[in-house]
């Protein structure tokens, strides 16, 4: 079974920068594509950013184009999300995801395996 942990949450002023590691356990990282969602209070959870399974390929959502930067690193099995100049709209619970298909895009139906997700809080 896949575990999938992310990490780097917290609180940022608006124009800030974070930068959300995902990690997994069992099988290499480099086996999956991973993706990058996110969930607001009240609202669907959308997807970010996503991976292919041998970084070929990137993918981000309008919204985040220009300011987030999805990236891994298999020398320490993790994959990246810099998010720089943070708006209050980033503000979300963010999940990452792992899926065998090489580049499944941005359905979440798609990804097999979740993390429990982090918080980001950016304030205005």
């Known amino acids: 079974q896949v575990q999938v942990v992310e990490s780097g949450g917290g609180l940022v002023q608006h124009g800030g920068s974070l930068r959300l590691s995902c990690a997994t356990s069992?099988?290499?990282?480099?086996?999956?594509?991973i993706g990058w969602f996110r969930q607001a209070p009240g609202k669907e959870r959308e997807g970010v950013s996503c991976?292919?399974?041998?970084?070929?390929?990137?993918y981000y959502a309008d919204s985040v184009k220009g300011r987030f930067t999805i990236s891994r690193d298999k020398d320490k099995n993790l994959v990246y999300l810099q998010m720089n100049n943070l708006e209050p709209e980033d503000t979300a619970v963010y999940y990452c995801?792992?899926?065998?298909?090489?580049?499944?895009?941005?359905?979440?139906?798609?990804?097999?395996?979740w993390g429990q997700g982090t918080q980001v809080t950016v304030s205005s």
């Open positions: 995801a792992a899926a065998t298909w090489y580049f499944p895009g941005l359905s979440p139906s798609t990804y097999e395996y």
């Open positions: 069992g099988p290499t990282l480099d086996r999956y594509a």
């Open positions: 991976i292919s399974k041998n970084d070929d390929n990137t």
